[in-house]
Structure formats: C-alpha cells, structure tokens
C-alpha cells in the first residue's frame, strides 16, 4: 500500500516563505504531485517531480528526495490568496499509477 | 473548453435513495477519476477509467457504480444512499500516452457536495 503524510496546519505572515513537507512510503515510485485547493473548490495542480531536485515555478518551487521518501513545496513571497490547502499525491507501480492522495496541509496567511 | 464539469452541486438524499452524479469531460482524455474528499481529509479514489468501456476500482468503491460509454461522460451510481456516503465527491480527468503512469496533470471538476440524512 502507500502512506502518505502531511503535517496538518500552519500559519505564516504575508511576504515570508513557508515550507510544505510530505513523507511518503510506496513501492515503485512513479512520481509525486503537489496541489493547491482553496476551501470549496477543487484542487489544482501546483507540480510535478518524478526525478530528484528541485523544480522552481515562480514562487512556487518543489523538491523531491526519492532515496529518503521526501518532498517539500516552498512558497515565497506570501500572498493572502496562498491561504489554502496543500496537497500532496504520489503515483507509483504498486498502485496501478493512481494517484494517492494525503490529507493536505493548511495554510492560513495573515497581514 | 469548459473543461470537467460536474452536476448537480448539491444535493440531500434520504437513506436508501438512489442517484446519479454527472461528470463531462471535453477535453478528449482518456482517463477518469472519481474522488469523494469527507471534511479534513485528502481524496480518496472511488473508481477510475482508463478509456471508454474500460473501468476500474479504486481505494473505496463500496456503495457506488460507474459507467464510461463515451470518452467524454463517467456517470458515479449510488443505488441506496447511506450517511455514510455524505461527502464532497470530486470528478477529474487527464490524459496518459502509451501504458506509461499518468504523469500529465489531473483537471477536476468543481465538486458536488452530498448530503444523505
């Protein structure tokens, strides 16, 4: 099976950076998704990692670690829009390429 | 392109009622995906599709039945509504070449919140 985990919530000012961290276990890793959904919308997608480092959108930018398990997503330069939830997804052999989904992290930005 | 498109947005069943959750897609992918997301938590697969007149369980089918006749409509079926099916179900779809993972990005429809009482 896959077990994803996400911290639940945090709260940063307008203007700093945050860190979204996802630790995840699966055999077959296929590839991990990061997506934003603001309350009573749908998710939409942020990222995309399948190899190791880092991939900088913007001032969205996600990283991934395949030997540790691990992905972050690094917000900068906060806007109170950013207020939502983070989601992270894996897709792996094991799962028959679905995508497996973690609770999501809030983040709640502040003036 | 409208995109996914779901209906209706919201609906309240009783116990035991049965009903269909539309989902449309017009942008010629070929795979599907039903979610349902309860309150503070992640998504959860319902079924999945990989191309017309092909369909397949995910995490928690139990309770609901899907069709795919067409490459664009994926219809969710509760035959007999539980509380415990009161959630927000999400539909989405992507597109995948080849037998490689769905590493193209999965476009979701805006949502139906249900409610079974």
């Known amino acids: 099976g896959q077990n994803i985990d996400q911290p639940t919530e945090m709260t940063a000012t307008e203007g700093a950076i945050v860190q979204i961290n996802c630790t995840y276990q699966t055999s ?15 998710p939409t997608f942020l990222s995309y990692n399948v190899l190791d480092g880092l991939e900088e959108k913007g001032r969205f930018s996600s990283f991934l670690s395949r030997s540790k398990g691990y992905s972050y997503l690094l917000l ?12 992270c997804a894996v897709t792996s052999f094991s799962g028959n390429n679905r995508l497996a989904f973690g609770k999501g992290n809030q983040v709640v930005v502040i003036p | 392109n409208a995109g996914v498109t779901q209906t209706p947005k919201f609906r309240i069943l009783k116990i035991g009622q049965s009903m269909t959750l539309q989902c449309t897609q017009d942008m010629n992918h070929n795979y599907m995906y039903w979610y349902r997301q309860d309150p ?3 998504l959860k697969l319902i079924y999945y ?11 928690v089918p139990n309770g609901y039945n899907v069709s795919r006749s067409t490459t664009e409509d994926f219809p969710l079926r509760l035959e007999l509504a539980a509380p415990s099916q009161t959630s927000v179900y999400f539909c989405a779809s992507s597109f995948t070449s080849g037998d490689g993972p769905p590493t193209d990005t999965q476009y979701f429809g805006p949502g139906t919140r249900l409610t079974v009482l």
């Open chain 1, 28 to 42: 077959g890793f296929n590839g991990l998704f990061w997506y934003q959904q603001h309350a009573g919308e749908a």
């Open chain 1, 76 to 87: 900068k330069e906060l806007q109170m829009k950013d207020s939502a939830s983070y989601l």
């Open chain 2, 40 to 42: 503070g938590m992640g």
């Open chain 2, 49 to 59: 599709s990989v191309g017309a007149g092909i369909t397949d369980k995910g995490e």
